[in-house]
């Protein structure tokens, strides 16, 4: 066997955007599902360890602990009726002739719960997390059909706000999509049918406003025009707006319509250039507390299927939607702007400027101004995987400043936790969680308790949000994490997660989220000094050819070998997660001292070191415990003859 074959393999060279840091998570608290769920839908309440995991015909409720999952399962089976008329029907595909749970909200106390019951949606109350009853109470529901879609295929997106639900329903064959609020105590509204273009739905949220009546509900969505030209570009990413204080037209004109909605044009790319991204997958929204400040993070994809992320200021947004001419209007509007979030007023001057507004909105619906990102480009992520989910939180760091941290899921089951600033995007590690690979389908994320739950069709997995123990047992590994949820305890000489009322005025917790520099930790000297012991290796005659493995921690860092006191450098042949040092020209593997070095930061660390002896004998003990390091990348001996 030719060892360069061997080589050809190992000599891959680690290129692009990277996360620092790669762990690969196994450990409980985990749960498998008995079948693959295809389709899987999440509610969890914020300061609780239950997740609520909709499937197919079951609900699952799963009690996290740190070294457990306890789950209960609720039956939620089709009506036999509804199966016996999906069945009659020829679906597309006959698993779908199943209840598959695709609404799980709460509104005020009432746990709503819907889902495709066969093709025929229908919804439930779930109470006391054991039983599933008709839905009571006062306000009013709409049909479920508005609430839920037939198939788990078709997209739809459910928003509790204001003790009303909102649901958005993406377009399907010769179903229109629309926006509904569609329970609650408020009057029941939709869109109109002209306003929305076959829309694919990505995601709502609410925006604050210090004064209630000002609160809006941002729609994520895509557009698809069937009859775009070849040459154009058929999807057309929006942002669409209503009031949530919108109580409909009036009996002439919009009765049973949004008289607030608006929507735009969200563009997403390398500035006017040709390479953007059109299609909107999903979107989410941080925003402070009775603020308009904060960001949208827009998950993207191209016509060859690549995923991007970009970022939008909501107070962009939010003076577009309040100061951009309508398009195709052009006459001035002479009195209140319409679709502005206002409390009715009885005076007859506004009634006949608010008939007047209806008119325009009927008719006038999208503003002239188009949406771009910050920083103009997408975020410079990773692109070896596509990013399938995405969840995100704001975190308090030690110096009194926010920070803005991205959980991204991909099509292999990683997840991604990316850091972005105003100077840069920083991917902090990648988590591999499965033991089944495959898509990430959902996320939740729990801010007050710090856990994120990420969901395949084969599992449930929750992380910390601090993981600080991963990082290192040094103030230099632990500071150049840039995690904002940890930081180097002075005191205890340790990375711990930031508690909970943090005074950044006494504490002895240090940072440094902007820039990768540890200089704070004043510790380069005792880095500088500090060697590994090196594992003796006995080699035998000049036919034996020797691969030494290197560990690699941080993806960030520059890895070479040293031999004999940096006499004479050598570089690496990467290989997955190791630098290995192999036998090409002018590196002689017969004897001497090998040391790994890492340098990162303008600090060099030495990894590992290895003494290789030649005296004729076989290999020593120390030499056999090496091959236990991994079966291709611990020391390999290979004959040439």
């Known amino acids: 066997m030719n060892y360069f074959i061997l080589l050809s393999v190992l000599a891959t060279v680690v290129t692009g955007?990277?996360?620092r840091l790669k762990f690969i998570v196994h450990e409980p608290p985990r749960f498998h599902f008995n079948k693959p769920e295809n389709y899987i839908s999440m509610y969890h309440q914020e300061g609780?360890?239950?997740?609520?995991?909709?499937?197919?015909?079951?609900?699952?409720?799963?009690?996290?602990s740190d070294k457990k999952v306890v789950d209960m399962q609720i039956p939620a089976a089709s009506d036999q009726t509804a199966i016996d008329t999906c069945k009659a029907k020829a679906s597309p595909d006959e698993m779908e002739c199943d209840n598959f749970i695709t609404v799980l909200q709460k509104v005020n106390d009432t746990f709503i719960v819907c889902g495709t019951n066969a093709g025929s949606p229908r919804c439930w109350m779930l109470v006391n997390d054991t039983v599933l009853t008709d839905?009571?109470?006062?306000?009013?529901?709409?049909?479920?059909?508005?609430?839920?879609?037939p198939f788990p295929s078709q997209k739809s997106i459910n928003l509790p706000a204001d003790g009303s639900l909102y649901s958005a329903m993406s377009s399907v064959g010769g179903h229109t999509g629309l926006i509904r609020r569609t329970f609650g105590s408020q009057k029941l509204l939709k869109t109109e049918n002209v306003w929305l273009l076959n829309p694919q739905f990505a995601g709502a949220s609410i925006i604050p406003a210090s004064e209630k009546y000002k609160e809006e509900i941002y729609f994520f969505f895509t557009e698809f025009n069937k009859t775009a030209r070849v040459d154009e570009e058929p999807h057309r990413a929006r942002i669409g707006r209503v009031c949530t204080v919108d109580e409909g037209g009036i009996k002439a004109l919009l009765p049973e319509s949004f008289t607030t909605f608006f929507k735009t044009r969200v563009m997403c790319g390398a500035g006017n250039t040709q390479q953007q991204y059109n299609?909107?997958?999903?979107?989410?929204?941080?925003?402070?507390?009775d603020?308009?400040?904060?960001?949208?993070?827009?998950?993207?994809s191209n016509a060859w299927g690549r995923t991007v992320v970009c970022a939008y200021s909501i107070e962009d947004i939010d003076r577009a939607f309040s100061n951009s001419k309508l398009k195709g209007y052009s006459t001035s509007f002479g009195g209140t702007r319409p679709g502005m979030c206002v409390r009715k007023s009885p005076s007859p001057a506004d009634a006949q400027n608010n008939v007047k507004n209806l008119g325009i909105m009927r008719y006038y619906p999208e503003i002239e101004d188009v949406i771009r990102?910050?920083?103009?480009?997408?975020?410079?992520?990773?692109?070896?995987?596509?990013?399938t989910h995405t969840v995100a939180d704001i975190v308090l760091a030690v110096n009194d400043e926010h920070y803005t941290v991205l959980y991204l899921g991909t099509d292999q089951g990683k997840v991604l936790k990316v850091l972005h600033t105003i100077q840069d995007v920083f991917i902090i590690s990648q988590y591999s969680l499965f033991h089944n690979e495959g898509p990430v389908l959902n996320m939740a994320i729990d801010s007050q308790k710090g856990h994120l739950y990420v969901g395949?069709?084969?599992?449930?997995?929750?992380?910390p949000l601090a993981d600080c123990r991963r990082y290192g047992h040094t103030c230099r590994e632990c500071i150049l994490s840039r995690d904002p949820y940890c930081g180097w305890d002075k005191a205890r000489r340790k990375c711990i997660a930031i508690p909970p009322g943090y005074n950044v005025t006494t504490g002895t917790l240090i940072q440094n989220l902007d820039s990768s520099n540890s200089s704070i930790c004043e510790e380069a000297a005792a880095l500088k000094l500090r060697q590994t012991s090196p594992r003796e290796i006995v080699v035998k005659g000049k036919n034996t050819t020797v691969f030494l493995p290197c560990p690699v921690h941080s993806f960030h860092a520059t890895y070479r070998w040293e031999k004999d006191n940096c006499q004479r450098n050598y570089p690496c042949l990467f290989s997955g997660d190791f630098c290995v040092l192999g036998p090409v020209v002018n590196t002689p593997l017969k004897e001497g001292v090998f040391r790994c070095m890492a340098t990162e930061d303008g600090f060099k660390v030495e990894v590992v070191s290895f003494r290789l002896v030649n005296d004729g004998r076989l290999l020593s003990a120390?030499?056999?415990?090496i091959l236990g390091l991994s079966a291709l990348l611990a020391v390999v001996t290979l004959w040439l003859h």
Request: hydrophobic share 40%; no cysteine.
């Open 17 to 19: 955007k990277s996360p």
């Open 48 to 64: 609780s360890d239950t997740l609520y995991v909709g499937g197919q015909a079951t609900i699952y409720v799963l009690t996290f």
């Open 135 to 149: 839905v009571q109470g006062g306000g009013m529901i709409a049909p479920a059909s508005h609430i839920s879609p």
């Open 279 to 289: 299609n909107m997958k999903q979107a989410v929204v941080l925003t402070a507390q």
């Open 291 to 300: 603020k308009r400040a904060g960001v949208m993070y827009g998950l993207f």
């Open 373 to 387: 990102p910050v920083g103009v480009n997408p975020l410079d992520l990773p692109t070896d995987d596509q990013i």
């Open 456 to 463: 395949t069709a084969m599992e449930v997995q929750r992380l």
């Open 622 to 625: 120390s030499f056999a415990s």
